[in-house]
């Protein structure tokens, strides 16, 4: 009975998918029945459809190569993750570099006329 229980334990992880947000690199884990929905990512709110199930390696412990690709695949989700965060923070950092820069304009506007008023006012003696 004990060797019935260790493989009905063992079955549900067999069924899951595990995948990870390819917005924030969250781990996210649904029923393999879920493959191909389209989900919300609880972290970021990204809509994100669930990867196909591979039924093929259900039983099988994975190979070198195979967990090698899936550790690749992970971490290009987490980078590519990554790249999009930097990029919207350059597009922000732009924005508000071009904000300093046309105040600058302003308030160098301001002190030429302030020079050209010192320049030429009429001496009090």
């Not at 079955?11 to 493959?35: H, N, Y």
């Not at 990204?46 to 690749?72: F, L």
């Not at 965060?85 to 002190?111: F, H, P, S, V, Y």
């Amino acid at each position: 009975m004990n060797t019935n229980h260790s493989e009905d334990a063992a079955e549900p992880v067999a069924t899951a998918i595990l995948f990870e947000c390819p917005q924030c690199g969250k781990s996210l884990e649904i029923d393999a029945r879920g493959a191909g929905y389209l989900i919300v990512c609880p972290d970021c709110h990204n809509e994100i459809q669930v990867p196909a199930w591979n039924a093929g390696h259900d039983a099988e412990t994975p190979s070198d190569d195979e967990r090698h690709r899936v550790e690749i695949e992970e971490m290009l989700g987490q980078l590519q993750a990554k790249i999009a965060r930097l990029e919207q923070q350059q597009r922000t950092d732009n924005q508000c570099i071009k904000r300093i820069g046309d105040e600058l304009a302003l308030i160098q506007a301001a002190l030429d006329r302030i020079t050209e008023v010192v320049e030429t006012r009429s001496p009090s003696n």
